[in-house]
């Protein structure tokens, strides 16, 4: 990637929305940023789902107080700092203020830093500093990094560190925010610079500023990045042109990176997942990656296809990996839980985004300077859903396996954690569980049911049979049929057929669950969710059945009771 890119790229992620149009021309006077002000506020607090979950109204009061005290007198591009130091209380991701559609004229350092290995690295700079590529930053200005993540901090939003520490990286070379943070003075023609080689020698470079219009006319002789050293690419290397895409990559693994939850409509999900398992099922694989290290979201649903693939290639015996790391957010970060939840094991490092977290964004711009802004419209609770996700709160995922990649490997165009995996006999995943007897109770649109159920890891599953029979005559009917010969089970909605022996009182004891490998449709949706077969019979996670049909189910922990309501959407 040519430098231009890059330093483009980072830019970008900080300044969110910022390639929209312009609203106009800015009114600067106090009145008209009042009005923006108290636009801001009361959007912010009246519709993000709570907006003082992790700040109070008195630091909201005391932040706009410090805004207003200044109307007046401040900058442009102060003023819309305030407003993201304001947005940034949420304590949310998703919920931020563009700085770029006032941020016109900035300055900058050619100066791209990158994180490896626990360090800042100097990944791009002028061709001058070519030397220096691969070495570690130690300070900016006078100051360390960590001294000016800890002073621009307060504009950016996060909800965990390393999204903190991406952010960072995306503004800290921008000469504006290090001088309205006082890290500098300003008007500086040229900033110190210091790295630090491996073995422990410090230079001081010292870097020009340039302003926008300088460096828009520099010609690309002018920069080097660590892209243009490596001695070769590795066929995994993201490729910004494809939503999707499949590659071999011998020794019986099957590659898919996917670097945005949409849906290519030039290439149809559900034809690329037919291709999918068309490798799957020939046998020629034991490894299956699915590579999420370069998504940053969409919407989560799109994967839902290639999940089940997934899910009953480990359910077959098979190992399933999915790759994350501090570039994995938002959708795509709920489809790493989910494909650790059906078997997958997690290679990477600590995701950007946090398990639950707040999302659902909607756009807006202020009425009167036309800053852009974002805000979440509801909390995404990945661990009432999910077992994989129940150890955590609003923090990263973690892998099973840490592997990060190194600077070294990726010189020589080595993948770090694709190389692990391949090198790595597969992960067995443990298929079977100890199953006992429920005491759950159902309730289905207020009717108590008699469909008894067996408590796999904290989780309820039932017999697709008895919840047929528990759903007839409500909006939300099934029939369920059995193809033997292609172990295929379909549910379609309409009135269920008995076969006998539904309802009927499950035996006590410890069992042991296995996990089942016949293929369940709703429809011709396939159904996403572990299931197992205990003495012959197929069980399933209730709430895994209820999103596919659409409809309410409740835990009341107090009653130990399950309430379905079929009038009612399903809500996660």
């Known amino acids: 990637m040519r430098a231009k890119q890059w330093l483009a790229g980072c830019l970008s992620a900080a300044t969110v929305l910022s390639c929209l149009p312009f609203a106009g021309a800015v009114d600067s006077t106090a009145q008209a940023r009042q009005e923006d002000l108290d636009y801001l506020v009361q959007t912010l607090t009246e519709n993000h789902p709570d907006f003082y979950a992790n700040t109070t109204e008195q630091e909201v009061a005391d932040k706009v107080g410090e805004i207003e005290a200044g109307l ?138 340039y302003a926008a219009q300088e460096y828009a006319a520099l010609g690309p002789d002018a920069y080097i990045n660590a892209s243009q050293l490596r001695t070769s690419v590795p066929a995994t290397e993201p490729d910004r042109e494809v939503y999707y895409k499949l590659l071999d990559l011998g020794e019986g693994t099957l590659y898919m990176q996917y670097n945005s939850c949409r849906e290519d409509p030039e290439h149809p999900m559900d034809e690329f997942a037919a291709g999918v398992q068309a490798k799957l099922d020939s046998g020629a694989y034991e490894k299956f990656i699915i590579d999420l290290r370069n998504n940053g979201g969409g919407s989560d649903g799109v994967l839902y296809p290639v999940t089940y693939l997934a899910q009953q290639f480990v359910a077959d015996g098979h190992a399933a990996y999915v790759l994350a790391g501090e570039g994995t957010f938002s959708s795509a970060l709920i489809n790493t839980v989910q494909l650790k939840d059906a078997g997958a094991t997690f290679v990477g490092t600590p995701t950007g985004g946090s398990v639950d977290h707040f999302g659902a964004v909607t756009a807006f711009a202020l009425p009167n300077t036309g800053i852009r802004g974002q805000y979440s419209n509801k909390f995404i609770d990945l661990g009432s859903y999910y077992a994989a996700a129940q150890p955590y709160g609003i923090e990263s995922f973690r892998p099973d396996i840490e592997v990060e990649q190194t600077f070294a490997d990726y010189l020589n165009g080595v993948d770090t954690a694709v190389q692990y995996i391949l090198d790595h006999a597969p992960v067995a995943t443990e298929l079977t569980k100890t199953a006992q007897v429920s005491d759950a109770r159902v309730v289905v649109d207020g009717v108590p049911v008699a469909a008894a159920a067996y408590e796999i890891e904290d989780n309820n599953y039932f017999k697709l049979r008895d919840l047929a029979m528990a759903f007839t005559g409500t909006q939300a009917a099934f029939n369920v049929a059995w193809d033997g010969d292609a172990k295929k089970v379909t549910l379609t909605a309409g009135t269920y057929e008995p076969v006998g022996g539904e309802l009927e009182p499950l035996e006590g004891g410890d069992k042991t669950a296995t996990r089942a490998t016949a293929d369940v449709y709703v429809e011709d949706m396939p159904l996403v969710g572990k299931a197992y077969e205990i003495d012959g019979n197929h069980y399933f996670k209730l709430r895994d059945l209820c999103f596919m049909l659409g409809v309410s189910v409740e835990w009341d922990n107090a009653t130990q009771t399950i309430a379905i309501d079929t009038t009612k959407p399903y809500v996660q």
């Open 72 to 209: 007046g007198e401040m900058s442009d591009f102060d003023f819309a700092v305030g407003l993201s130091e304001l947005a940034a209380l949420a304590g949310d991701s998703h919920t931020m203020i563009s700085v770029g559609s006032v941020l016109q004229d900035y300055h900058m350092l050619i100066m791209a830093p990158d994180w490896y290995e626990g360090h800042w690295v100097l990944a791009g700079a002028e061709k001058q500093y070519q030397d220096y590529i691969g070495q570690e930053i130690v300070s900016v200005g006078g100051h360390t990094m960590d001294e000016l993540m800890q002073a621009i901090e307060p504009m950016l939003s996060y909800d965990n560190a390393v999204r903190l520490r991406r952010q960072f990286g995306s503004m800290v070379y921008v000469t504006e925010v290090l001088q309205h943070y006082g890290m500098i003075t300003g008007g500086e023609e040229s900033l110190p610079v210091v790295v630090r080689a491996a073995d422990g020698a410090e230079t001081t470079l010292d870097m020009k500023v």
